[in-house]
């Protein structure tokens, strides 16, 4: 809602950053997921995964899209209405923000906890919160240097971890990995509207906001039933590693593309 109220750069860079802070839900979901799966049938649940992000995908974009600049592309209808000239992506922004504030009370209502909680929210949070205020004070965790991936220290399975004992080489490097990845994954999507809107004498697509929406559209379908139907044979035959690395690694020749593509 407020993406699409703002009139300045920094208040849509802080409206980004603060969508940004919020948008927790994936790492909760995959938490979940392993939680309901093992070794056998992760990379085939995982490969579910991507459809949800293909309907939002394909969903967000066509309604932006179709939402945007009412006044000028419809102007019997909202030409008369001042609000939608001053704020043409209002709409675009309003109708996607609906439907994440129904799964929002929908999820609270009726997903069940993979992990029975004995600590209550609140509590919880003021736990987090003094571990990470504490954690540069706190002694570092022993470690099994035989094995990398054991955890030590708890001697209550039913409470919370402490963050100091998380902090093992499999876990930091898990981490790091992930926080690149995300860093690619963003950096690389975040430009695509602006290059596709941009004119074609500045070195983008010169596309209006519906051809852009239609594109978008249709890449989510396009990667959601890639991943769908080939992720899990493609995880299965050449092993996570493989997969990560040329995953990560096909991102130069894809921004190499934006060149060729100003070109033709």
């Known amino acids: 809602f407020l993406f699409g109220l703002l009139k300045t750069f920094g208040g849509l860079i802080l409206s980004c950053a603060l969508c940004g802070a919020l948008d927790g839900n ?3 979901i995959k938490s979940m997921m392993i939680d309901i799966t093992d070794s056998t049938n992760v990379a085939q649940v995982f490969g579910f995964l991507p459809l949800a992000w293909m309907t939002a995908n394909m969903l967000g974009p066509l309604i932006g899209g179709s939402l945007s600049h009412l006044a000028d592309r ?5 030409g008369q209405s001042t609000f939608l000239k001053t704020h043409p992506y209002f709409l675009a922004c309003t109708g996607p923000a609906l439907f994440p504030a129904l799964v929002c009370m929908v999820t609270y209502m009726l997903l069940q906890e993979t992990v029975p909680m004995t600590t209550s929210l609140w509590s919880l949070i ?3 919160c003094q571990t990470i205020l504490t954690f540069v004070h706190t002694k570092p965790p022993q470690v099994d240097t035989s094995n990398p991936n054991t955890i030590q220290g708890s001697p209550d399975d039913s409470k919370p971890l402490p963050l100091s004992t998380l902090m093992t080489p499999y876990v930091l490097i898990a981490t790091l990995n992930f ?9 690389l ?5 602006v290059f596709y809107a941009t004119p ?8 209006d906001p519906l051809r852009i929406g239609n594109i978008l559209a249709v890449f989510s379908i396009a990667n959601g039933l890639f991943q769908l139907f080939l992720f899990a044979w493609l995880h299965d035959r050449f092993g996570t590693k493989v997969v990560y690395t040329c995953g990560v690694a ?3 020749p894809i921004i190499i593309t934006f060149l060729i593509i100003n070109m033709l």
């Open 179 to 187: 926080t690149t990845l995300t860093l690619f994954d963003h950096s």
């Open 189 to 193: 999507h975040a430009p695509i509207p």
């Open 26 to 28: 994936s790492g909760v």
């Open 74 to 78: 419809f102007p019997r209808l909202f």
């Open 250 to 252: 096909s991102g130069v």
């Open 200 to 207: 074609v004498n500045k070195g983008g697509l010169g596309l």
């Open 126 to 128: 003021q736990n987090s």
